[in-house]
Every structure is written in C-alpha cells, then in structure tokens.
Nanobody, 123 residues
Framework: VQLQASGGGLVQAGGSLRLSCTASGRTFSNNGVGWFRQAPGKEREFVATADWKGSSTLYDDSVRGRFAISRDNAQNTLYLQMNSLKPEDTAVYYC?????????????????WGQGTEVTVSS
C-alpha cells in the first residue's frame, strides 16, 4: 500500500484545514489507520486513529474536540479535519495504515506510512 498525504498549508490560529490521505496499490479498507505528527525538533507523536470501519476512534488529549478522523473506504481515502488550530499544531502530519483492523495509537504497529504534509499555524 502506498499512501499519499495532502492538504497541508499555512493557516492562521483559529482556522481550519482538512488533510487527506489516499491509498494506492491496494485497498486499505480492512486496516486500522492513523494520523501522526512531528514538530520541528521533536519526536513524531500520535494524533488520531480509527478502526477499519471508522466507527471507533481515539484522539490524543491535545487535539480531542478539535480534530476529527474519518475515512471513505469506497474512495480508499483517510481524512483529518482540523478545527480551531493553534500554533502548537504546527508540524509535518503523517498518515499511516496498520496490518490490523483495530485502531491503535502505537507507531510500531503501523506498516505503511505516507510521506507527510506540512501544516503551519501562525499566531
């Protein structure tokens, strides 16, 4: 599975962005999926995850209530809707797919990774 993330950009604090992640090569409709981010000078960290149906989701405390993960298995696409953005959300955002159908916040359980899309939130 090859993953291509897009939708990043520059936005003012309080604004919104929607990230997309499209799979090619084969479907990822049976895989748990997630979004991670890496801020400058920091380790990559968990943001959000969803199970294979998108019916179960989990968020890091820092984004809960502001971000929403969703998926369209018919389109082989994963989304991250980001609202009320803060400067501390500035990072490169990565999408990923695991080999299991369940959601998971653990990076080592992800097999496939997108190339990342950069989000910059200005104050």
């Amino acid at each position: 599975v090859q993953l291509q993330a897009s939708g990043g950009g520059l936005v003012q604090a309080g604004g919104s962005l929607r990230l997309s992640c499209t799979a090619s090569g084969r479907t990822f409709s049976n895989n748990g999926v997630g979004w991670f981010r890496q801020a400058p000078g920091k380790e990559r960290e968990f943001v959000a995850t969803a199970d294979w149906k998108g019916s179960s989701t989990l968020y890091d405390d820092s984004v809960r209530g502001r971000f929403a993960i969703s998926r369209d298995n018919a389109q082989n696409t994963l989304y991250l809707q980001m609202n009320s953005l803060k400067p501390e959300d500035t990072a490169v955002y990565y999408c990923a797919a695991s080999l299991k159908s369940a959601m998971t916040p653990i990076q080592s359980q992800y097999r496939y990774w997108g190339q990342g899309t950069e989000v910059t939130v200005s104050s």
